[in-house]
C-alpha cells in the first residue's frame, strides 16, 4: 500500500509542475492522432500494421460482447476462441462491454508483436478503443434503440458427444435502449449516457449434474450501462479528462423455481440460476505541453467488479423428497484493480530525420478476494459441503523507454525494452530473473516514397516487429460475463501459469500494398506467438481429482485481406472488405485432448483457414450492410464422458450470415438526423456448428439525433 501511495504522489506531483512549467503561449493541447496510445508504450502510427474498425458499423448488430461483433474483422472463428485485452482511450483498466457501442467512435486492432508488453499474453489479441468526446455541434442529444425476436437453441454442454441430440428451440427478445446528451464549449466538453440491454444467454455451466442430458434453461440477463466524461482546458498546454461508470447487471435462468419433469421419469427436477455483477470504474489524464516538444500524460483509474453466483440443479420425488445427483453452488469474486502511468515525450526534427524518445512508468495493483462453497446431494439431503476461499495479488512497477527514429517518414525504426520490479510473485523455477530487461523492435518502410513515385494515388508499406514477454505481465481487471456459470473466480489465478517468467518471443511481419489513391488495398500479416499454458481436466468420477496438464504451444497466423471502397462522387457508394486467415496450431504435449479448447481448432491433417466479408452499401438515404463469418476443416470437439476433456470427432465448414441490416435515412424537421432499420443477426448458420453463436435474431431499430 505504501508503494501504490508513493507512486501515486509521485505522478500526481509531477503533473502539478507540469501545470507550473507548461507555457500558455505554446501549442493547444490536442490528442496526438500521429501514435497509438497501448498503455504502457506509445507506437508510431506509421509504424505500425492495424486493423480499424468503425463503430457506428457495429451499431445495428444485437450483442452484448464486443469480441462477437468485431470477430468478422479480425481472425474470425479464431478470435471467438481467444480473449481479447482492451486498451480504451490509453488506459489499461476498464472492460470494454461497460461502454454503449453508440459511446464508441473507433476500434482497432493492433498488429505488433509490442502488443504482448501491454498487458497481453501471447494467447490474446490486443484492441484499441477510442471513445466520443464531444460532438460537431455545441450540444446534442442522441435517442437510439432496437428490438430483436430470439429463436435459441438449448444445449447442455454434456450433450456435445452425442450427434443425433434432438436440441429444443425457444423463442425470447432482445432489446437495446440508449440515451445520451453532450455539450461543448471553448473550454469543456461534457457527455452523460444511459443505455439498458435485454438478452438472452443459451445456457449456464455447471447447472446440470453429467448424469442428465436435459439442456440448461436460456438464462435472462439485463445489463444496465451508465457512463460520463469531462474534458477541461487549464489554458492552451493543459487538458484534463476525467471518465465514470457504473454497470450492474442481473442473470437469472427463465425457468427459476420452477419444477421440470425429466424425460422418461416420474421425478421432477429444479434448475434455477441466478447471478449478480457490479461494475465501477474511473479514470483521470491530465496531458500537458511542458515545452517545445516535450509533451507529458499522467493518468490514474480504477476498476472495482463485485461478482456473486447461484445454482442449484436436484432432482425430487413426487413427495418433494430430495433424491440422486444435485448440486448447489454459492459463490462471490471481486476483482479491484488500480492502475497509475506516467508518459513523457520529446519530438525532435534534425533537417530530415526525427526523434522521439519516450518513457513510460506504469505502477499496477490488484486484489481478488474469492469465496466458494459447493454441496452436492446424496442420500435425501445436501452433503459433502466444499469451500474454497482464497484472494490473489498483483502488485507490479513496469518501466518501458523506447526511442523512435525516422527518415522523411518512409523509414521509421522503433526500438526500446521494457524491465519490471516491485513485484509480488516469485519464480517457480530458479534462475528466472524477472527484472531482466525485455526488448522489442519495430521497423517500418515505405517503398514507394524513395522512388519519388505519386503515394497519392499508390502505397507500398512493409513491417516488421519482435518482442520478448513472460505471462506474468498480464494486465488483470474484471470483466462482465455474457456467458453465466458458477465459476472459480472472475480472473484466471495469477500464479496458474506453470512458470510465469518464462520468456517467448513473439515475431510480427507484413506488408500493405494500395491503389487508386488508396480505395483499394491488399494487406498481409504473419504473427509467430509461443507461450506455455495450462489445462484444466475435470474429472466427475468419485475417487477422482482434478488434472492439472502443462505444454508449450506455438500457433502461427497468415492474415490476408482485401478492402474496397467504390470510387464515386454520385448517389451510390460501396465498402467491402475480405479477410482471411491460416492458422497453424503446434504443442509439446502428446496427448492433444488435454489442450485448451482453442489450441485444437484445427483438424490434424488439414488447412484451418477462417475468416469474415463485410459489405456496407449505400444509395441516396438508403443502405445495406451485411456481413459473413466461414471457416473451413475446424475440427469438431465433444466433451468424453463425465468430464471436460475434449476428444476430435471430425471437421466441418462453416458460413454463417452474421448480420444484415436494411435502412433509411429520413430528412425531418424536427430533429437533426433519425434512421430506421430492419436487422438480422445469424440469420443463416450451420446449424452443426456449435461453437460461435446458435441465436437467431430479427428485428428493427431506430436512431435519433436532437
Same mark, same amino acid.
Given at each position: 500500500?505504501?508503494?501504490?501511495?508513493?507512486?501515486?504522489?509521485?505522478?500526481?506531483?509531477?503533473?502539478?509542475?507540469?501545470?507550473?512549467?507548461?507555457?500558455?503561449?505554446?501549442?493547444?493541447?490536442?490528442?496526438?492522432?500521429?501514435?497509438?496510445?497501448?498503455?504502457?508504450?506509445?507506437?508510431?502510427?506509421?509504424?505500425?500494421?492495424?486493423?480499424?474498425?468503425?463503430?457506428?458499423?457495429?451499431?445495428?448488430?444485437?450483442?452484448?460482447?464486443?469480441?462477437?461483433?468485431?470477430?468478422?474483422?479480425?481472425?474470425?472463428?479464431?478470435?471467438?476462441?481467444?480473449?481479447?485485452?482492451?486498451?480504451?482511450?490509453?488506459?489499461?483498466?476498464?472492460?470494454?462491454?461497460?461502454?454503449?457501442?453508440?459511446?464508441?467512435?473507433?476500434?482497432?486492432?493492433?498488429?505488433?508483436?509490442?502488443?504482448?508488453?501491454?498487458?497481453?499474453?501471447?494467447?490474446?489479441?490486443?484492441?484499441?478503443?477510442?471513445?466520443?468526446?464531444?460532438?460537431?455541434?455545441?450540444?446534442?442529444?442522441?435517442?437510439?434503440?432496437?428490438?430483436?425476436?430470439?429463436?435459441?437453441?438449448?444445449?447442455?454442454?454434456?450433450?456435445?458427444?452425442?450427434?443425433?441430440?434432438?436440441?429444443?428451440?425457444?423463442?425470447?427478445?432482445?432489446?437495446?435502449?440508449?440515451?445520451?446528451?453532450?455539450?461543448?464549449?471553448?473550454?469543456?466538453?461534457?457527455?452523460?449516457?444511459?443505455?439498458?440491454?435485454?438478452?438472452?444467454?443459451?445456457?449456464?455451466?455447471?447447472?446440470?449434474?453429467?448424469?442428465?442430458?436435459?439442456?440448461?434453461?436460456?438464462?435472462?440477463?439485463?445489463?444496465?450501462?451508465?457512463?460520463?466524461?469531462?474534458?477541461?482546458?487549464?489554458?492552451?498546454?493543459?487538458?484534463?479528462?476525467?471518465?465514470?461508470?457504473?454497470?450492474?447487471?442481473?442473470?437469472?435462468?427463465?425457468?427459476?423455481?420452477? &419444477?421440470?419433469? #425429466?424425460?422418461? @421419469?416420474? %421425478?421432477?427436477?429444479?434448475?434455477?440460476?441466478?447471478?449478480? /455483477?457490479?461494475? $465501477?470504474? =474511473?479514470?483521470?489524464?491530465?496531458?500537458?505541453?511542458?515545452?517545445?516538444?516535450?509533451?507529458?500524460?499522467?493518468?490514474?483509474?480504477?476498476?472495482?467488479?463485485?461478482?456473486?453466483?447461484?445454482?442449484?440443479?436436484?432432482?425430487?420425488?413426487?413427495?418433494?423428497?430430495?433424491?440422486?445427483?444435485?448440486?448447489?453452488?454459492?459463490?462471490?469474486?471481486?476483482?479491484?484493480?488500480?492502475?497509475?502511468?506516467?508518459?513523457?515525450?520529446?519530438?525532435?526534427?534534425?533537417?530530415?530525420?526525427?526523434?522521439?524518445?519516450?518513457?513510460?512508468?506504469?505502477?499496477?495493483?490488484?486484489?481478488?478476494?474469492?469465496?466458494?462453497?459447493?454441496?452436492?446431494?446424496?442420500?435425501?439431503?445436501?452433503?459433502?459441503?466444499?469451500?474454497?476461499?482464497?484472494?490473489?495479488?498483483?502488485? &507490479?512497477?513496469? #518501466?518501458?523507454? @523506447?526511442? %523512435?527514429?525516422?527518415?522523411?517518414?518512409?523509414?521509421?525504426? /522503433?526500438?526500446? $525494452?521494457? =524491465?519490471?520490479?516491485?513485484?509480488?510473485?516469485?519464480?517457480?523455477?530458479?534462475?528466472?530473473?524477472?527484472?531482466?530487461?525485455?526488448?522489442?523492435?519495430?521497423?517500418?518502410?515505405?517503398?514507394?516514397?524513395?522512388?519519388?513515385?505519386?503515394?497519392?494515388?499508390?502505397?507500398?508499406?512493409?513491417?516488421?516487429?519482435?518482442?520478448?514477454?513472460?505471462?506474468?505481465?498480464?494486465?488483470?481487471?474484471?470483466?462482465?460475463?455474457?456467458?453465466?456459470?458458477?465459476?472459480?473466480?472472475?480472473?484466471?489465478?495469477?500464479?496458474?501459469?506453470?512458470?510465469?517468467?518464462?520468456?517467448?518471443?513473439?515475431?510480427?511481419?507484413?506488408?500493405?500494398?494500395?491503389?487508386?489513391?488508396?480505395?483499394?488495398?491488399?494487406?498481409?500479416?504473419?504473427?509467430?506467438?509461443?507461450?506455455?499454458?495450462?489445462?484444466?481436466?475435470?474429472?466427475?468420477?468419485?475417487?477422482?481429482?482434478?488434472?492439472?496438464?502443462?505444454?508449450?504451444?506455438?500457433?502461427?497466423?497468415?492474415?490476408?485481406?482485401?478492402?474496397?471502397?467504390?470510387?464515386?462522387?454520385?448517389?451510390?457508394?460501396?465498402?467491402?472488405?475480405?479477410?482471411?486467415?491460416?492458422?497453424?496450431?503446434?504443442?509439446?504435449?502428446?496427448?492433444?485432448?488435454?489442450?485448451?479448447?482453442?489450441?485444437?481448432?484445427?483438424?490434424?491433417?488439414?488447412?484451418?483457414?477462417?475468416?469474415?466479408?463485410?459489405?456496407?452499401?449505400?444509395?441516396?438515404?438508403?443502405?445495406?450492410?451485411?456481413?459473413?463469418?466461414?471457416?473451413?476443416?475446424?475440427?469438431?470437439?465433444?466433451?468424453?464422458?463425465?468430464?471436460?476433456?475434449?476428444?476430435?470427432?471430425?471437421?466441418?465448414?462453416?458460413?454463417?450470415?452474421?448480420?444484415?441490416?436494411?435502412?433509411?435515412?429520413?430528412?425531418?424537421?424536427?430533429?437533426?438526423?433519425?434512421?430506421?432499420?430492419?436487422?438480422?443477426?445469424?440469420?443463416?448458420?450451420?446449424?452443426?456448428?456449435?461453437?460461435?453463436?446458435?441465436?437467431?435474431?430479427?428485428?428493427?431499430?431506430?436512431?435519433?439525433?436532437?
Amino acid at each position: 500500500m505504501k508503494i501504490a501511495l508513493l507512486a501515486c504522489a509521485s505522478l500526481f506531483m509531477s503533473g502539478f509542475l507540469n501545470l507550473v512549467q507548461a507555457q500558455s503561449e505554446s501549442n493547444e493541447v490536442a490528442t496526438d492522432s500521429s501514435t497509438y496510445d497501448l498503455g504502457r508504450l506509445t507506437l508510431k502510427k506509421r509504424n505500425v500494421q492495424a486493423v480499424t474498425i468503425k463503430a457506428a458499423d457495429l451499431e445495428k448488430m444485437p450483442f452484448t460482447d464486443l469480441k462477437s461483433a468485431i470477430n468478422i474483422y479480425t481472425y474470425g472463428v479464431y478470435s471467438a476462441h481467444q480473449s481479447y485485452v482492451y486498451v480504451i482511450d490509453g488506459i489499461l483498466n476498464a472492460d470494454v462491454n461497460a461502454y454503449s457501442i453508440y459511446d464508441i467512435d473507433e476500434i482497432t486492432m493492433v498488429q505488433n508483436a509490442a502488443a504482448v508488453l501491454n498487458g497481453v499474453d501471447a494467447t490474446k489479441t490486443l484492441i484499441l478503443v477510442k471513445t466520443k468526446h464531444g460532438g460537431s455541434e455545441a450540444r446534442g442529444v442522441t435517442i437510439a434503440g432496437q428490438s430483436e425476436f430470439i429463436r435459441l437453441t438449448q444445449r447442455s454442454p454434456y450433450t456435445f458427444n452425442n450427434s443425433s441430440a434432438k436440441y429444443p428451440k425457444s423463442n425470447d427478445m432482445y432489446h437495446q435502449y440508449y440515451v445520451s446528451a453532450y455539450g461543448n464549449s471553448d473550454m469543456i466538453k461534457a457527455g452523460i449516457s444511459a443505455e439498458i440491454l435485454h438478452n438472452t444467454l443459451p445456457y449456464g455451466y455447471y447447472v446440470l449434474p453429467a448424469s442428465t442430458n436435459t439442456p440448461a434453461a436460456p438464462i435472462s440477463s439485463n445489463r444496465f450501462k451508465f457512463n460520463g466524461y469531462l474534458d477541461v482546458k487549464l489554458g492552451d498546454a493543459n487538458l484534463l479528462t476525467v471518465n465514470a461508470g457504473y454497470v450492474p447487471q442481473r442473470d437469472r435462468s427463465n425457468n427459476a423455481d420452477e &419444477l421440470a419433469a #425429466l424425460a422418461g @421419469s416420474s %421425478a421432477k427436477y429444479v434448475n434455477s440460476f441466478y447471478n449478480s /455483477q457490479n461494475l $465501477f470504474y =474511473t479514470d483521470v489524464k491530465l496531458a500537458t505541453i511542458i515545452a517545445e516538444g516535450f509533451t507529458n500524460k499522467i493518468s490514474a483509474g480504477f476498476e472495482r467488479l463485485r461478482d456473486h453466483g447461484e445454482s442449484l440443479a436436484a432432482s425430487y420425488n413426487a413427495n418433494g423428497t430430495l433424491q440422486g445427483a444435485g448440486s448447489r453452488r454459492d459463490s462471490t469474486s471481486s476483482v479491484n484493480s488500480f492502475v497509475a502511468t506516467e508518459d513523457i515525450t520529446y519530438r525532435a526534427q534534425l533537417e530530415n530525420f526525427s526523434l522521439q524518445p519516450n518513457v513510460n512508468f506504469t505502477f499496477r495493483q490488484v486484489n481478488n478476494p474469492h469465496s466458494a462453497q459447493f454441496a452436492s446431494a446424496s442420500n435425501g439431503a445436501f452433503r459433502n459441503f466444499l469451500d474454497n476461499n482464497y484472494t490473489t495479488k498483483q502488485k &507490479l512497477g513496469i #518501466l518501458t523507454p @523506447s526511442i %523512435a527514429f525516422s527518415y522523411l517518414d518512409w523509414l521509421i525504426v /522503433q526500438g526500446g $525494452f521494457q =524491465t519490471y520490479f516491485n513485484s509480488t510473485a516469485k519464480p517457480t523455477v530458479q534462475d528466472h530473473d524477472q527484472t531482466q530487461p525485455l526488448p522489442f523492435a519495430s521497423v517500418s518502410i515505405d517503398l514507394l516514397t524513395p522512388l519519388q513515385l505519386d503515394t497519392d494515388q499508390m502505397r507500398l508499406n512493409i513491417y516488421g516487429s519482435y518482442a520478448r514477454n513472460f505471462n506474468y505481465s498480464n494486465d488483470k481487471y474484471g470483466s462482465l460475463i455474457d456467458q453465466l456459470y458458477i465459476h472459480p473466480g472472475n480472473n484466471a489465478r495469477f500464479d496458474s501459469q506453470p512458470d510465469p517468467y518464462q520468456v517467448y518471443t513473439q515475431i510480427q511481419g507484413g506488408a500493405v500494398f494500395s491503389v487508386l489513391e488508396n480505395k483499394l488495398s491488399f494487406s498481409y500479416n504473419y504473427s509467430l506467438k509461443r507461450f506455455s499454458t495450462t489445462q484444466v481436466v475435470l474429472i466427475r468420477l468419485p475417487g477422482f481429482t482434478d488434472m492439472f496438464q502443462n505444454t508449450e504451444a506455438r500457433v502461427e497466423l497468415h492474415r490476408v485481406g482485401i478492402d474496397f471502397a467504390l470510387p464515386t462522387d454520385g448517389d451510390f457508394s460501396w465498402r467491402t472488405s475480405l479477410n482471411g486467415t491460416y492458422v497453424l496450431m503446434r504443442d509439446n504435449y502428446k496427448v492433444r485432448n488435454y489442450l485448451p479448447e482453442y489450441l485444437r481448432l484445427t483438424y490434424p491433417g488439414k488447412p484451418f483457414i477462417t475468416g469474415g466479408f463485410v459489405n456496407h452499401l449505400n444509395f441516396k438515404n438508403a443502405y445495406l450492410d451485411f456481413g459473413m463469418i466461414y471457416a473451413l476443416n475446424q475440427a469438431l470437439l465433444a466433451h468424453t464422458a463425465y468430464s471436460r476433456t475434449w476428444v476430435v470427432t471430425g471437421k466441418v465448414n462453416i458460413f454463417n450470415l452474421q448480420n444484415i441490416d436494411l435502412g433509411y435515412k429520413l430528412q425531418v424537421k424536427a430533429v437533426k438526423s433519425l434512421e430506421v432499420y430492419a436487422n438480422a443477426r445469424n440469420l443463416i448458420q450451420s446449424d452443426q456448428f456449435k461453437y460461435i453463436e446458435n441465436r437467431r435474431y430479427i428485428g428493427a431499430g431506430f436512431k435519433v439525433g436532437l
